[in-house]
């Protein structure tokens, strides 16, 4: 599976940004997505999470309610909706792919390394 994330860039606090993701590989279909962000000099954290066909998602607590996660397994994509950014939402944002399994606990959902791939990351800034 190869992940392409796009649509970061600079936003002004308040406002809103789509990320998508792009997937290639014939198990899109049946993986849970994921994405993550990572500010300078911090670890990476779990932003949100869908299960294979889209009846499950899950928020990390401090975007719950202004972000949204979405996939189209159709056109092998998912997407973030974030809105009402804050300037602590800057960090680079990763999307990434793991087994159904992942979504079972929370403790595996939000840890990086239960997932298989990952793409590059796209930048987002949100400006004061």
């Known amino acids: 599976v190869q992940l392409q994330a796009s649509g970061g860039g600079l936003v002004q606090t308040g406002g809103s940004s789509r990320l998508s993701c792009a997937a290639s590989?014939?198990?899109?279909?049946?993986?849970?997505m994921a994405w993550f962000r990572q500010a300078p000099g911090q670890e990476r954290e779990f932003v949100a999470a869908i299960s294979w066909g889209g009846g499950n998602t899950y928020y990390a607590d401090s975007v719950k309610g202004r972000f949204t996660i979405s996939r189209d397994n159709d056109k092998n994509m998912v997407f973030l909706q974030m809105n009402s950014l804050k300037p602590e939402d800057t960090a680079v944002y990763f999307c990434?792919?793991?087994?159904?399994?992942?979504?079972?606990?929370?403790?595996?959902?939000?840890?990086?390394?239960?997932?298989?791939?990952w793409g590059q990351g796209t930048l987002v800034t949100v400006s004061s």
């Open positions: 990434a792919s793991g087994k159904v399994s992942v979504l079972l606990s929370t403790r595996a959902r939000q840890s990086p390394r239960s997932y298989d791939y």
């Open positions: 590989g014939p198990t899109f279909g049946s993986s849970s």
